[in-house]
């Protein structure tokens, strides 16, 4: 079946208080990280802190730039194979400033969309020579919630392929954040180290099961089914690069590296401000906030993130008010990493 990226039906309209949820969450995820950030920094004295004389190190702000950004051409290129994988253009450069531009939706810019979202529908739109074809539609298709139900089958692959980065992000998260806390779990409780081993055999155990039906033929056809019952019939190569054997290894170590890429990038901030931050702590911390951040409670993160690391920290003996200092460092280099994408974005307008 010949690819289309045309829709083939009109969303249906949210109505009653569920419209007005909808309309208000936006306002209530800034109140909410607003309140999250004033009580990470409430306890912090900053003329006593100040006054302590912090000997900052500017220079660890341009390493922890360096990470992020390159953590965010890794996740892009990864998306990209994918993309490439099942038909689309192989256009590698275009997935990674697409990757940027949906990083940067997600810092917050006014949207009706997500970053995955945006960059799953613009990559419908992309051509050969990296332009985007179709602009008007592509325009009216941002501005409107999705409708997978109804969507065309290009439209449905593409979200399938950013459903399986996302995947394979969170079994990278996931098995970093098991792999700190085997390293320094005791610190949080006595059965810390018990759940790292639980964790890390939990995705382990969960990746070779997949590998297993990619391999077994009757349950690969099985699995054929289904992706053909969703309109998603082309959908299996990029499924097969992401977990089959023994690509499974390298997507893993790919995934695992691109998030201590995030690490350091913390760690760098903490640096910045003179902290010695101990690597197992900020091993747990971000996976785990990162799973906090699946719940849409704050902006990006902003007060959550800084709450959360304050906590954590604070049990390796770490300055909360520091923490605090650098977790807003964090966010901030986020962003500014994230700007490249914003050539992307006023490129198609």
């Known amino acids: 079946m010949p690819m289309s990226s045309h829709p083939q039906s009109t969303p249906k309209k949210t109505s009653g208080w569920k419209s007005i949820l909808k309309r208000a969450w936006p306002t209530i995820r800034i109140l909410l990280s607003i309140a999250l950030l004033w009580k990470a920094t409430s306890g912090i004295d900053w003329h006593a802190l100040f006054d302590s004389h912090i000997q900052m190190e500017p220079l660890w702000f341009l390493a922890a730039i ?3 950004m390159l953590a965010f051409i890794c996740g ?3 998306w990209g194979l994918f993309m490439q994988s099942v038909g689309f253009p192989r256009r590698i450069r275009s997935y990674i400033g697409l990757y940027f531009a949906g990083g940067l939706i997600n810092q917050g810019l006014p949207s009706t969309l997500g970053g ?3 960059r799953a529908i613009t990559a419908t739109h992309l051509t050969n020579t990296g332009n985007l074809s179709e602009t008007r539609e592509l325009d009216k298709e941002l501005h409107h919630s999705v409708d997978l139900e109804h969507a065309t ?4 692959l593409s979200f399938s392929m950013v459903l399986v980065d996302r995947l394979l ?3 990278g998260n996931n098995l970093l954040g098991g792999i700190g806390l085997i390293l320094g779990g005791a610190t949080l409780a006595a059965w810390g180290r018990d759940l790292g081993y639980a964790v890390l055999g939990i995705m382990l155990f969960a990746g070779l099961f997949i590998a297993i039906i990619l391999a077994w033929n009757p349950s690969k056809q099985l699995l054929q089914k289904v992706l053909d019952r969703f309109n998603m019939n082309q ?3 990029g499924i097969q690069l992401a977990f089959a054997w023994p690509n499974n290894i390298a997507q893993a170590l790919l995934a695992i590296g691109i998030h201590f890429l995030t690490i350091l990038t913390l760690l760098f901030c ?3 401000y003179g902290v010695d931050a101990p690597i197992e702590g900020l091993m747990i911390g971000l996976p785990a906030l990162s799973l906090l951040l699946m719940l849409p409670i704050s902006i990006s993160g902003w007060g959550l993130r800084e709450a959360t690391l304050s906590s954590v920290l604070a049990l390796w003996g770490v300055n909360p008010s520091l923490t605090v200092l650098a977790s807003i460092s964090y966010g ?4 500014l990493s994230v700007l490249p994408g914003a050539y992307f974005l006023l490129k198609r307008k």
Request: charged fraction near 20%.
């Open 76 to 78: 892009g290129y990864r």
């Open 169 to 171: 992000g969170l079994a």
């Open 116 to 118: 995955d979202s945006y």
């Open 66 to 68: 360096a990470c992020m």
């Open 332 to 335: 901030a280099i986020t962003v």
């Open 235 to 237: 959908a299996m190569p």
């Open 270 to 272: 903490m640096k910045a």
């Open 153 to 156: 089958p290009k439209l449905r």
